[in-house]
């Protein structure tokens, strides 16, 4: 399905709230950080934990696994992960850094609302 769809009411999801859901179908992160929405994937790009069970500190989403952060602005990616020396060294070979998959999101007549592809 493509277009935008209706994910829940502004005044369901709190300033700082993570909220993992399906809209039209689809598995996705509902967020909120300084008045403003997000969603993303739901599932970390580095090894697919929840991202729901993760920390939010102001658009800076931590990852509950291995601690790397992405900013739900774009998805960029802010650190990934928190492994050091030789395991690190694999995982960056068999996990390269990948941005978080974040859509386009409208509110409208207190309505929160995200574009899928
Ligand atoms: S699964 Fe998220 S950082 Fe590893």
Known sequence: MTGYCEAANVSDLADGALFRGTV?????????AGGQFYATDPLC?????DLSLG???GTIL?????????DLRDGHVV????????VLTYDKKAHP????????VKTEGGRFYILLP
Not at 79 to 86: I, K, Q, V
């Open 45 to 49: 790009p580095h090894l697919q934990a």
């Open 62 to 70: 931590t990852c509950p696994l291995h601690n790397s952060q992405f």
């Open 97 to 104: 850094s990948r941005p978080l998959r974040c859509y386009p």
């Open 79 to 86: 650190r990934w992960t928190d492994l050091s020396g030789t």
């Open 24 to 32: 039209c179908g689809r598995e996705i992160l509902l967020a909120r």
């Open 55 to 57: 920390s939010l500190h």
